[in-house]
């Protein structure tokens, strides 16, 4: 079983940054593919960024190409998004999420709510004008 917890989010202004972070429970995470995934008011949740059990594929939805990077550090079970140049459509809550029967491939990571078995309780990004 694993439980994950997510911190880092905030108010921001348009073109900032914030880093999140996923804290993780069990040592079973670090050979998992984990993910986040995000939900704005009135909207269903979408998937964001995904990346292998290794750190070493990752895979973006288009909107976030270029501006926001996921990683993880399985030695502290903590995995992170890093986003820059912030706009208000980013608004959102961020959920991450954590697989242990999917993996990432050369087409790549896991985008799919249903692939995702474990999920985070969310942290609230507001992006201001």
């Known amino acids: 079983q694993v439980q994950l917890v997510e911190s880092g989010g905030g108010l921001v202004q348009a073109e900032g940054s914030l880093r999140l972070s996923c804290a993780a429970s069990?040592?079973?995470?670090?050979?998992?593919?984990a993910g986040w995934f995000r939900q704005a008011p009135g909207q269903e949740r979408e998937f964001v960024a995904a990346?292998?059990?290794?750190?070493?594929?990752?895979y973006y939805q288009d909107s976030v190409k270029g501006r926001f990077t996921i990683s993880r550090v399985n030695n502290k079970n903590t995995m992170y998004l890093q986003m820059n140049d912030l706009k208000p459509e980013d608004t959102a809550v961020y959920y991450c999420?954590?697989?242990?029967?999917?993996?990432?491939?050369?087409?790549?990571?896991?985008?799919?709510?249903?692939?995702?078995?474990?999920w985070g309780q969310g942290t609230q990004v507001t992006v201001s004008s």
């Open positions: 999420a954590a697989s242990s029967s999917t993996s990432c491939s050369a087409y790549g990571c896991p985008w799919r709510e249903y692939e995702y078995e474990y």
């Open positions: 069990g040592r079973a995470f670090g050979t998992y593919t």
């Open positions: 990346l292998s059990w290794s750190g070493a594929s990752t």
